[in-house]
């Protein structure tokens, strides 16, 4: 099943996790599922690439040397209000949950997470858009 049936061209996805593994787990199992997608494992690198790209749904980790998770997710909202930001995290609490929905996360996924329930999220968000 193509990821956005409707969609006129792949659905663009950006994906920070200064956890190498992190990104070589995920880019092959975004990409098998038909996205488009790019990785980044320092948060400068990332933050450069999204002030020149517009990407549909970015996947960010919350703790990274430099630019932490809540400072990405506040600035991905401020250039491009419409891009859906999953963040994923190995220090979930309810506290950096609440932050982050507050600060316009569609959602928030715990470490270790299963590969089905990230591309799942990232399918609730296509569908979200859809209906708007």
Do not use: W
């Not at 409707?6 to 956890?19: K, P």
């Not at 400068?44 to 932490?68: Q, Y």
């Amino acid at each position: 099943m193509p990821p956005c049936a409707n969609c006129a061209r792949e659905t663009q996805i950006l994906i920070l996790d200064d956890e190498p593994i992190v990104c070589k787990r995920l880019k092959p199992a975004f990409q098998k599922a038909g996205y488009d997608v790019e990785t980044f494992t320092d948060s400068a690198s990332a933050m450069a690439r999204i002030e020149e790209k517009r990407f549909d749904v970015v996947i960010t980790d919350l703790k990274m040397e430099g630019i932490d998770g809540m400072h990405f997710l506040a600035r991905i909202k401020e250039i491009s209000p419409d891009t859906g930001v999953i963040v994923i995290t190995g220090f979930a609490t309810s506290e950096t949950a609440k932050e982050s929905f507050r600060k316009g996360a569609f959602d928030f996924v715990a470490k270790p997470f299963k590969l089905s329930d990230i591309i799942d999220a990232v399918r609730r968000f296509e569908e979200s858009r859809k209906k708007d």
